[in-house]
């Protein structure tokens, strides 16, 4: 079935450290992937997006390229900040199943000032 | 604001009790979700709505039920609450189109004793 890996938590960076986090797929169909991120107490948020390879999602700083090659839809940003601590969650979603996405276990990521 | 609202916030049951968990959504979105969020578990799909007047079971559909009451609203029940049961709720909401992300609500700590 359709699934996703994530890399383990925790991350704890410096700030101003340089970010990755390491996801890749596997799915039946041609997926769309996506980041979202989760601060503390609160709802998940999406962060990008990208729906086709090569596609290159980014927001706030961060980034992530669809490798289709590679199954992979790695988090990467240039400088991090203590704002940044968050937990970080790679999900993929598959054409005609009723757009349902389906999660990694989630990256927490702590940012130290 | 537009988005996803979930009722309650936080809610403490004993074991065997029941209750039922709002969401509504003021998108007009077609599709609605239910997740919950374990440690180290990411989030898994309960029970989902493609679109009004259908639902179907997620990954973990056991001792739960749904309705999807009209577009706007979809409730999840917990008929005779257990300890396993215990976890954090989110519910989400997205249009039937290939490649959109959720939006999800702010969740519900629910807590069996």
């Known amino acids: 079935g359709d699934s996703v890996t994530q890399m383990e938590g925790p991350v704890t960076l410096s700030e101003e450290a340089f970010l990755t986090i390491n996801c890749t797929y596997t799915?039946?169909?041609?997926?769309?992937l996506f980041w979202y991120v989760q601060y503390p107490g609160e709802g998940l948020q999406l962060l990008l997006k990208a729906t086709k390879a090569d596609d290159k999602g980014s927001n706030k700083g961060f980034e992530a390229t669809y490798r289709k090659e590679t199954t992979s839809f790695h988090l990467e940003k240039g400088s991090v900040q203590v704002s940044d601590s968050a937990v970080y969650f790679c999900a993929l979603s598959v054409q005609n199943q009723g757009g349902k996405l389906i999660f990694g276990q989630g990256t927490e990521l702590s940012v130290k000032p | 604001n537009a988005g996803v609202t979930q009722t309650p916030k936080f809610q403490v049951l004993k074991t065997g009790q029941s209750m039922t968990l709002q969401c509504a959504q003021d998108m007009n979105h077609n599709s609605m979700y239910w997740y919950r969020q374990d440690p180290g578990m990411g989030l898994r799909l309960i029970y989902y709505?493609?679109?009004?007047?259908t639902t179907d079971k997620g990954e973990v559909p056991n001792g739960y039920n749904v309705s999807r009451l009209n577009k706007r609203e979809f409730s999840l029940r917990l008929e005779s609450a257990a300890p396993s049961q215990t976890s954090v709720y989110f519910c989400a909401s997205s249009e039937t189109v290939w490649g959109y992300g959720y939006t999800f609500g702010s969740g519900t700590r629910l807590t069996v004793v």
């Open positions: 709505s493609a679109s009004e007047g």
């Open positions: 799915a039946t169909g041609y997926p769309s």
